[in-house]
C-alpha cells in the first residue's frame, strides 16, 4: 500500500514537472509558472493550452513617453525648417539661371547693334571718329523697341539706344525686369560709371553696357561688357 502511494506521488510529480516545463499534455489544468522564468516560446505554446501566467507586463513609464515627445517637438522643427532651406535655395538656383539667360538674350541683342550712330550712317557699321552723345538719336519715338518681344518698326540701331531702356516682362512664369545703362568710359578706368558720362563733350572710344534682371525673389543679377569704337 505504501509503495503504491509513492509510485503515484512520483508520477504526480513527474506530470508537473513535465507540464510546468513544457505545458503539453498529458495534463491540461489551469495553471500557474513560477519561478524558473519561463521561455518566450514556452509562453506562447503555454498560451496555446489556455494556462494563465503572473509577471511584469513591459511598457514606456511616463518620464520615458515625455522624453519622447521632447525629443520629437525639438527634431521635427529643424527638420522642416532644412528642408525648406534646401526647397528655397533650389528655387533660387532656377531663378538665377532663367534671369541670366534673360540677361544674355538682351546683352547679345545689344552688341549686334552698331558702336555709334555716326557710324550707321557710314555703312555697314563702320568706325568714327567723331562719337555722339549717348541715348536714341532723331526726334523722339523715332528710335523704339517693343517691351519684352524685341521687334519695331523703327528698330534701335546703335547701342547707346538702349541706355536707360527698361522693362518688365514674364518669362516663363517668373517677372523679371530689365534695365539698361550704356556709359563713355575712360582707357584708364574702364569700370568707371560714376557719374555715367554720356555727353558727346566727354566721349570715349570706349562704351561699357550693362544689363540688370531683377526679381522680386532671387534680387538683381548684371551682366557688363565693354564696346570700342571699330
Known amino acids: 500500500m505504501i509503495k503504491l502511494y ?6 504526480k510529480s513527474y506530470f508537473r514537472k513535465l507540464f510546468t516545463v513544457h505545458c503539453s499534455p498529458p495534463l491540461n489544468p489551469p495553471c500557474e ?28 513609464t511616463l518620464i520615458e513617453i515625455v522624453m519622447i515627445i521632447v525629443v520629437v517637438s525639438i527634431a521635427i522643427p529643424t527638420l522642416l525648417i532644412v528642408l525648406g532651406q ?10 538665377q539661371v532663367s534671369a541670366t ?3 544674355q538674350a538682351m546683352m547679345e541683342e545689344i552688341k549686334t547693334k552698331c558702336w555709334d550712330e555716326t557710324a550707321v550712317s557710314g555703312g555697314a557699321c563702320t568706325g568714327t571718329v567723331t ?19 524685341g ?16 522693362e518688365p516682362c514674364s518669362w516663363g512664369g517668373p517677372s523679371y525686369t530689365t534695365s539698361v545703362q550704356v556709359c563713355y568710359v575712360p582707357s584708364g578706368s574702364l569700370d568707371s560709371i560714376t557719374p ?7 566721349a570715349t572710344d570706349f562704351k561699357r553696357i550693362q544689363v540688370t534682371v531683377s526679381n522680386s525673389t532671387l534680387g538683381s543679377v548684371v551682366l557688363v561688357t565693354l564696346v570700342g569704337n571699330y
Do not use: H
Not at 34 to 57: A, D, E, H, N, V
Not at 89 to 95: H, I, K, M, P, T
Not at 134 to 144: F, K
Open 86 to 95: 534646401g526647397a528655397r535655395q533650389s528655387v533660387d538656383a532656377e531663378l
Open 101 to 103: 539667360n534673360v540677361g
Open 131 to 149: 562719337p555722339s552723345a549717348i541715348g536714341t538719336d532723331g526726334a523722339p519715338g523715332t528710335e523704339t523697341r517693343t517691351a519684352c518681344t
Open 151 to 166: 521687334t519695331s518698326a523703327t528698330p534701335y540701331d546703335d547701342v547707346d539706344d538702349y541706355n536707360g531702356y527698361l
Open 6 to 11: 509513492r509510485d503515484a506521488m512520483k508520477g
Open 33 to 60: 509558472l513560477i519561478t524558473p522564468p519561463t521561455p518566450s516560446y514556452l509562453k506562447r505554446g503555454c498560451r496555446r493550452q489556455g494556462c494563465y501566467f503572473k509577471g511584469r507586463m513591459e511598457g514606456f
Open 196 to 202: 555715367c558720362v554720356t555727353a558727346q563733350a566727354s
